[in-house]
């Protein structure tokens, strides 16, 4: 199976920027995903999607993070990126990025190790 790895996070102040990637070991679209999705794990809460975008390159955000982060995809479609601007503190978290399942709840690929971003001054 395709295995992902995400990387790119590290320490920022708020307002900046930091951009993730997450790579894969093949193409990461088929038939039974329905996007690729960044997901974000904060201290102490649930890990939710923030960025998600289709094979056909819409996407969608959650409303915390629109207008702030860019999620994008690569030309051959293997690697997923996460721009992200005017980070706030209660972006930090472990992000991951995750085939979103099209025909059922849940995720497609197993999860990776994630990377830690972390924003403070």
């Known amino acids: 199976q395709v295995q992902l790895v995400e990387s790119g996070g590290g320490l920022a102040q708020p307002g900046g920027s930091m951009r993730l990637s997450c790579a894969a070991s093949?193409?990461?679209?088929?038939?039974?995903?329905?996007?690729m999705a960044w997901y974000r794990r904060a201290p102490g809460k649930r890990r939710e999607l923030v960025a998600g975008?289709?094979?056909?390159?819409?996407?969608d955000y959650a409303k915390s993070v629109e207008g702030r982060f860019t999620i994008s995809t690569d030309n051959q479609k293997n690697t997923v990126f996460l721009q992200m601007n005017g980070l706030k503190p209660e972006d930090t978290g472990v992000y991951y990025c995750?085939?979103?399942?099209?025909?059922?709840?849940?995720?497609?690929?197993?999860w990776g190790q994630g990377t830690q971003v972390t924003v403070s001054s």
């Open positions: 995750n085939g979103v399942r099209e025909f059922t709840v849940g995720v497609y690929y197993n």
């Open positions: 093949g193409s990461i679209f088929n038939i039974y995903i329905a996007k």
């Open positions: 975008i289709r094979e056909n390159g819409v996407t």
